[in-house]
């Protein structure tokens, strides 16, 4: 008990975080695998997420080894350094998530990655300059909380470039989950509040200076990246045929199967006239589709 005690709070939650993060990174990947097709690009976004924020938590545990020795403050300098590279990059995969569920905006994928390198390539300079060889961070082994002296504005701008990126993926969700059907919301909502608690788990566990508030973060933090992992794997290896047949025909199917929404509905006397063999097959099929026999399953 004794040498649990004298463990570094700040290094303990950095590797839990860690595990946490890899475990969800295992089961998406074990899940994506054993799909019969490739994943959609939400998820395989959210995958390559889990993985690097994984790895920022790794190497920002890793120099805990020395948190004993005279070493610890260039480590852990450097280690803060390689790690926020993972970080920015993993927030990068939010952006493109977001970008492609705007399917209007997709094309810009390319030019979105760009930008994010640029960003990563300035902050890792920053970093380098500032906390490398400036404002190394520190060991209270009273408190067993490391302190990195991060300057109020350059930790403002890595919050805003967090912040900016979680808040325009809740918005794009929010607004896909009004527009969904109320069965297929279940995936957004997860993928809504694990973003929305993790993004307020950040600061908080930066500001982190007691083992309660790291007890206290760390359980948000496992409900968030629970909730994203569920959210992620939720029917992901469920082809849209058989979607559809869960969820029973609904209005709208063959309309969608054999033209432009319901604009074919609209324009189905017009087009009678002009096409009548198609419009005969469609209301077959129409006839066909409002007579099926729906089945739920529990």
């Not at 995958?47 to 004993?68: D, E, H, K």
Request: charged share 10%; aromatic share 14%; net charge positive.
């Amino acid at each position: 008990m004794s040498v649990f005690t004298q463990l570094p709070l700040t290094g303990m939650s950095q590797t839990f975080d860690f595990a946490v993060l890899a475990t969800s990174w295992l089961l998406v990947r074990a899940r994506i695998h054993g799909s019969s097709r490739p994943p959609e690009a939400t998820v395989d976004h959210m995958y390559r997420y889990f993985g690097y924020f994984a790895l920022f938590n790794l190497f920002m545990a890793l120099p805990f080894v020395f948190y004993q020795s005279g070493m610890f403050p260039i480590v852990m300098a450097w280690g803060y350094v390689i790690a926020n590279i993972f970080l920015l990059v993993s927030l990068s995969h939010i952006s493109r998530m977001t970008l492609n569920m705007l399917t209007r905006f997709a094309r810009f994928d390319g030019v979105v990655t760009w930008i994010w390198w640029g960003l990563v390539a300035v902050m890792t300079a920053l970093n380098g300059i500032v906390i490398g060889m400036q404002h190394q961070p520190t060991y209270d082994v009273a408190t067993r909380v490391a302190h990195y002296a991060i300057p109020a504005w350059m930790g403002a701008m890595l919050g805003m470039i967090s912040f900016l990126a979680y808040l325009s993926a809740i918005g794009v969700l929010v607004y896909g989950a009004l527009h969904q059907h109320r069965r297929q919301r279940v995936r957004t909502i997860l993928l809504i509040l694990g973003l929305l608690i993790i993004m307020v788990v950040g600061p908080l566990h930066a500001v982190a200076a007691n083992w309660e508030t790291f007890l206290i973060v760390d359980v948000l933090n496992m409900v968030s990246l629970t909730f994203l992992t569920i959210g992620v794997m939720y029917r992901i290896s469920q082809p849209a045929e058989t979607l559809t047949e869960h969820y029973g025909p609904r209005p709208g199917w063959v309309e969608h199967r054999l033209g432009r929404g319901l604009k074919i509905a609209a324009y189905t006397r017009r087009w009678h006239s002009v096409y009548p063999a198609p419009m005969a097959e469609y209301r077959r099929c129409r006839h066909r589709n409002s007579t099926r026999t729906k089945t739920h399953f529990g």
